[in-house]
């Protein structure tokens, strides 16, 4: 198996952009997908594939991949995007995994 | 509307089984993968099992293969997870969620219940 690396913390400004980063083997060969989870919720697909968001997920979040680094970036953070963010994809072992999530604070 | 509820968590010595249900609802559920997730409270989230839409695969994280057994109900729209030889560490919130694919290979999971608490505790 392998494992998905994440930065345990982030902040960032109020309007400002921020890139969440997931570092793993098997992103060289697979896409990550990202979560976000508030307290007490149970977690929200925003982003999946090369770069796709379900339909309710605003365009201020986007996915993109180079190497064995998968990111979310989030253009103009807003208040409501202080959460949780989980990467996963999938590992040698054909088995899901998910990076350890990385807390954001939006300042 | 998408609609997963879980439900069947409960307060355990070690040792114990439980089985815990995701009843699901606004979807055609035969053509999806749904997976298990749990997150032990404080903790991030770690994936448990999966189940293809045929439920001819069915995959688990190491720390519960030989555990816990995943099956599916299709005439009911259910999902089931069979935890057997419970340990503490299995401690935490139980979720299932929906696979954007049928195979679930890849755990592109865009819908989720709210979860049930699973104790498990001497």
């Known amino acids: 198996s392998s494992e998905l690396t994440q930065e345990p913390a982030m902040s960032v400004a109020l309007g400002q952009t921020v890139r969440v980063t997931c570092q793993g083997a098997s992103l060289r060969s697979y896409y990550a997908s990202w979560y976000q989870q508030k307290p007490g919720q149970a977690p929200v697909l925003v982003v999946y594939?090369?770069?796709s968001r379900p339909s309710e997920i605003p365009d201020r979040f986007s996915g993109s991949s180079s190497g064995n680094t998968a990111s979310l970036t989030i253009t103009g953070a807003q208040a409501e995007d202080e959460a949780d963010y989980y990467c996963n994809s999938r590992d040698s072992s054909d088995n899901v995994i998910f990076g350890g999530g990385t807390k954001l604070t939006v300042l | 509307q998408v609609q997963l509820v879980e439900s069947g968590g409960d307060m355990v010595p070690p040792g114990r089984s439980l089985r815990l249900s995701c009843a699901a609802s606004g979807f055609t559920f035969d053509s999806f993968a749904l997976h298990w997730v749990r997150q032990a409270p404080g903790k991030g989230l770690e994936w448990v099992s999966v189940i293809s839409y045929d439920a001819k695969i069915k995959s688990y994280a190491d720390s519960v293969r030989g555990r816990f057994s995943i099956s599916r109900d299709d005439s009911k729209n259910t999902l089931f997870l069979q935890m057997n030889s419970l340990k503490v560490d299995d401690t935490a919130v139980y979720y299932c969620?929906?696979?954007?694919?049928?195979?679930?290979?890849?755990?592109?999971?865009?819908?989720w219940g709210q979860g049930t608490l699973v104790s498990v505790s001497s």
């Open positions: 969620a929906r696979d954007r694919r049928g195979s679930g290979a890849f755990g592109e999971l865009d819908f």
């Open positions: 594939g090369k770069n």
